[in-house]
């Protein structure tokens, strides 16, 4: 059973539109939840954290956690090119000594 | 904005040699990470460290693998005798907390011939 699952896409979506990521988690102990995104050929920045249910925003970006279907979403409003990447979903563990990395939904956003 | 630093950015080895990953953490952070990403894959887990000893690590994390603070400011990862299949490219990150997201390095992009 993989840990965290998102879909590979890509998702094309284009410029000022909306872009939603999905994410699914299988350890009902996870407590914290994050957005990293990864340019090709680079390392995964942090976007968004997220500990309690309901939504979080900060600037274009809203994390959605609901931890009774055990699914994180992330929202991209008004989306740029430059938000072209690859965003992966971390969840840690039950004893918080890891991260697991779904394998990375990669966002399109054309001009 | 503080950063980790990594170093050599690009390492090439020959099978069964010895490599040593090099990473300057966060300075005041306290939990210390290895992760490693094959081409085209996800970024998988290799090793915890905090408080000066392996909080926990992975299956991939055999004998063969090692992890030094030796300083109190580098974090290193030893490979006692490279194999093909470790050519990854290895990010260090570190983090103030275990319930924090961390802050991962630019990465070592480690190649074995």
């Known amino acids: 059973q993989k840990e965290v699952e998102q879909n590979s896409g890509p998702l094309s979506v284009p410029e000022g539109a909306i872009a939603s990521l999905n994410c699914t988690y299988s350890d009902r102990g996870s407590q914290s939840f994050f957005w990293y995104r990864q340019y090709s050929g680079k390392s995964p920045e942090l976007i968004m954290s997220i500990y309690s249910n309901g939504d979080k925003e900060d600037g274009r970006f809203t994390a959605q956690l609901n931890k009774a279907s055990q699914y994180v979403s992330l929202l991209i409003r008004d989306s740029q090119p430059s938000d072209s990447a690859t965003y992966l979903c971390a969840v840690n563990n039950w004893n918080f000594n890891k991260f697991y990395f779904g394998s990375g939904t990669k966002l399109n956003v054309k001009p | 904005e503080p950063e980790v630093t990594q170093t050599p950015s690009h390492q090439v080895t020959q099978m069964g040699q010895e490599v040593i990953l090099r990473c300057v953490p966060i300075?005041?952070?306290?939990?210390f990470y290895w992760y490693r990403q094959i081409l085209g894959q996800k970024v998988e887990f290799l090793v915890s460290?905090?408080?000066?000893?392996?909080?926990?690590k992975s299956e991939i994390f055999d004998d063969q693998f090692s992890v030094e603070r030796p300083d109190g400011s580098n974090f290193t990862l030893k490979i006692r005798s490279t194999k093909l299949e470790d050519s990854a490219m290895y990010f260090c990150?570190?983090?103030?907390?275990?319930?924090?997201?961390?802050?991962f390095g630019s990465g070592t992009r480690l190649t074995v011939v």
């Open positions: 460290f905090y408080n000066n000893e392996i909080s926990e």
């Open positions: 990150a570190s983090g103030e907390g275990q319930n924090y997201g961390y802050t």
């Open positions: 300075s005041n952070h306290l939990y």
